[in-house]
């Protein structure tokens, strides 16, 4: 599960779960996911024509485009999951998208586009994609009121579909709509399933680039511009807030001077992360 911070990965598996009451999806103004968090689904199975019943195991990743995380660190951490838990490929991809954005700013395109090379790095060939282990869900649709926020909402669909999605919709992906109910989240995982089952592979398989260095894959090298332009922003951000420092301690405003070497400690430590990544 993967998408921008508030998108309703957290929603998705509350519905899923039938329990409102787990308080995952709460604090969504905020990154609330640190870490990947593996649920398996209790009671239901994916089956594959007469294969036996495969477990239905969801990660939830952190928030992208989060300014503490970077796409870097969140991919590592999948891999490391994975590696962990000795499982051999990650099937599906189920990237999240709020339908009510008014915005669509370059950043989560840019995060886009590194996913969608993720996934094209795992196919087999040029020839048999594996398009169809992604699946594109739609979220927010219940906060949708009016015919003006309709109308807004529905081009918004029709611009993933016919736009930012379009090339691996075409060869296989699937885009759907999620309701914020139980069925509807079932419904999901259903023809995310289906889709996947007439790719030619899965959304990551670690076989599939071993021993390639990261630097020499196309997502590689989106994501080292990603930290390149952290780092650059970090690097600004730190400048202000050291001149911020020294203004009001020229003023001599104790709380300001806390709140502003708090803010410069916590991107002090983010900017030696992105370096430290940017080596790795």
Known sequence: LAG???????????????????????????????????????????????????DICLLDSPGFSDSEISEAEIVEMVKQWLADHKAN????????????????????????????SFIKTSSSSEDLTNNGSLTVVTTMWDNVWNERSKERAENKYTELKEDIFKDMISKGAAITRFMNTQLSAFEILEASRAHWGEASGNAYSPYRNKGVTLGRTVYGILLYADLLDRIEKAQKMKAMLELDLIQSKGHEEPELIQMTEASLQANERALSKFKEQLKA
């Open 4 to 54: 921008p911070t508030g998108a309703g990965k957290s929603s998705f598996l509350e519905a899923l779960s039938g329990d409102k009451s787990l308080g995952i999806s709460k604090n969504q103004l905020e990154p609330y996911t640190k870490t990947v968090v593996a649920y398996e689904v209790q009671n239901a199975f994916f089956k594959l024509g007469t294969s036996n019943d495969d």
């Open 89 to 116: 490929a990650l099937h599906n991809l189920l990237y999240f998208c709020s339908i009510t954005d008014i915005r669509f700013p370059g950043s989560r395109r840019k995060t886009i586009e590194m996913l969608k």
